[in-house]
């Protein structure tokens, strides 16, 4: 996906502990310690995974410090209860019950808009996820992908958190300052095709050169993507010339990719901008066209209208779109509307992995499923669950509640350059009023007359848990943009 260019100056936490809706889970580790004798005994400890992908390893001991940290700067009443001290070992009934115990702290803290905001919280995350990655704070080389393909590389410490990265890109790209919050990064997979498929935005509990260095692997990479929704906010981009550039090879990407659908005359028209150099011109056109905008998700599955269906999600303009196949053939479209979600939630389990024989489970090994579910008003006295399996669920979840932040702040008069510089996942307090949506139907039948292009010219370039049930499912996400529906609306 990247290529070598030069570039201008200028929900779950633990294995096994479930957190919000980025943050994966907790398992127990053995980890050696000396008593205060001077013996060897072994202290619990823990794994914290983000997308089923090792953070970091702590112990017990250490996040009874957090704790205490963090009660000494806001609180003992603010503060959730921490898992008591043992004198004695632990049973294994009483490994498991800190366990699960560590969980509902650490989902209460992450969950908190202060608490979970806090750099007291995040640098402890960082710290962690470096030690447990051995690797030492150091002058490096990172490269951060664009849409079209080119390669940025700047010079960071391997302790830089995202924003650092994300300024040091800024300036590399000679992006002004006031424009940097419009931008974000994201860890990104290319398949062997060139598919992309978004694993998540980079947050600020973590380290980006820590977390890609231990993908291990070359087809992860971290791509620079505007982190905005409403597309009133690219005049504010394009009025500069580096941002100007910067949405411009996303849109064109976007089309290459099939994210956004054109038909032949609109494919006559963007290749005669294209041509013309008219890079404003160009993202106006495309502004007009179906998914300006979205971030498309790999093939999943939905039980929308019916379960087992196949579906491809688009996640934007404040909207789930749905494309879906049904089990007839038969192939849907419809989107649901953002404000219409009372409430969402991530689930995370796993399940065997097959091995041949009649018995998966015989095999050892398993697997992390992930859903995303949320209930949607579908008429004005009638909420449903719906619910995608999705090894993207916490990305779309990530999204939804990206779009629910901008739609608060843009009905509360604030600053939406604040809010995108400032943004973390704590909740927007919803404002007093409400406005009915009127939304079209969930399912339709798509544009048989649009059609897809791959290439406009050459020129165009470019939380894993132990084994708990489907129905052990994680904290509810309020959604406070959910507005009312009238009866005019339905």
Known sequence: MCKSSTARSGTSLFSNVRLSENLDSIDE??????????????EPAYNIHVNGVLHCRVRYSQLLGLHEQIKKEYGSNVVPAFPPKKIFTLTPAEVEQRREQLEKYMQAIRQDPLLG?????????????????QIPTEEVAIDICLCNGQKVTVNI?????????????????????????YFSLFLVREGVDGSLSF??????????????????????HIVLRKSYWDMAYDSDV???????????????????????????????????????????????????????????FDPCVTDFPEKGCQ???????????????????????????????????????QVPIANGTTNPCSSGQFEIKLELSFEYLMSKDRLQWVTI????????????????????VKKSGGSIKKMLRKRHNGSIHRSDSQQ???????????????????????????????????????????????????????
């Open 311 to 349: 579906v491809i999600v688009s996640a934007g303009n404040n909207e789930l779109n749905f494309h879906v196949k049904l089990p007839n053939e038969q192939m849907k479209e419809g989107s649901f509307k953002v404000t219409r979600m009372r409430c969402w939630r991530i689930t995370s389990s």
């Open 199 to 220: 694993v998540r935005k980079l947050q600020e509990f973590e380290l980006p050169y820590v977390s890609i260095t231990s993908s291990r692997s070359s087809e992860f």
């Open 117 to 133: 905001a806090s750099e007291l919280f995040n640098s402890f995350l960082r710290k962690a996820q470096q030690e447990t990655q």
């Open 157 to 181: 410490f391997t302790s830089y958190k995202t924003e650092d990265v994300l300024d040091a890109v800024a300036t590399k790209l000679d992006l002004p300052d006031d424009l940097v919050g």
């Open 29 to 42: 580790w053995n980890w050696k310690a000396q008593s205060s004798d001077g013996s060897d005994h072994l």
């Open 238 to 296: 394009m009025e500069n010339r580096v941002g100007l550039n910067l949405l411009y090879a996303q849109t064109v990407s976007d089309i290459e990719r099939g994210w956004i659908l054109v038909n032949k005359d609109q494919h006559r028209q963007l290749k005669s901008l294209q041509e013309k150099g008219s890079k404003k011109e160009f993202i106006h056109l495309g502004q007009t066209l179906k998914y300006y905008g979205y971030i498309k």
């Open 436 to 490: 009915a949506v009127k939304s079209s139907p969930l399912l339709d039948s798509p544009d048989s007359n649009r059609e897809q292009i791959v290439k406009l010219s050459t020129k165009l370039t470019s939380v894993s848990l132990r084994g708990v049930s489907a129905s052990n499912l994680a904290n509810n996400i309020s959604n406070y943009a959910f507005e009312g529906i009238g009866d005019d609306d339905l």
């Open 389 to 408: 399996t999705s090894d993207q669920a916490i990305m779309m979840s990530i999204c939804l509640q990206s779009m629910v932040d901008e739609l608060m």
